[in-house]
């Protein structure tokens, strides 16, 4: 995977947009619009905000040293399946940031930087949808 490019997209929408989490969410209500009202006590949207903070991190670590982001997600979908998120609809949330970050790019969203993320979004997905660490730690 070019993990140049996926870090390039991310500074290229941080520039144009800044703080992209109201375009993300607003893509993920309209994509499920039953997770909006799990975010009723966040009216200021700083929960949103630490949660693709931490999304970004994620993807950051998967693209580079792998530290801790592939058990995070399996993590991550656990927790959030008690939370009422269904598992399907966390694993999306990816593709609803990579979504995004298409529409903000633009031009600068071209077929190397589209390839690389379809790679990344594959890798993710294969951790959201395999949240046993014990049959994945092999």
Do not use: K
Not at 11 to 37: K, N, Q, T
Not at 88 to 102: D, K, P, Q, S, Y
Not at 125 to 134: E, N, R, V
């Amino acid at each position: 995977m070019d993990a140049d490019a996926i870090i390039r997209t991310l500074e290229i929408a941080a520039e144009r947009a800044g703080d992209l989490s109201p375009l993300v969410y607003a893509r993920l209500f309209a994509a499920h619009p039953g997770m909006e009202s799990q975010f009723a006590r966040d009216t200021d949207g700083s929960i949103r905000g630490e949660m693709l903070s931490r999304v970004f991190e994620t993807i950051l670590d998967f693209v580079g040293d792998r530290a801790y982001a592939a058990r995070m997600i399996q993590c991550e979908v656990v927790t959030h399946d008690g939370y009422g998120v269904p598992p399907a609809v966390f694993g999306r949330f990816f593709e609803v940031v990579a979504e995004t970050l298409r529409a903000v790019l633009a031009e600068a969203w071209t077929p190397e930087v589209a390839a690389a993320w379809r790679e990344l979004l594959s890798e993710l997905d294969w951790f959201a949808t395999h949240p046993d660490q014990h049959a994945t730690a092999a």
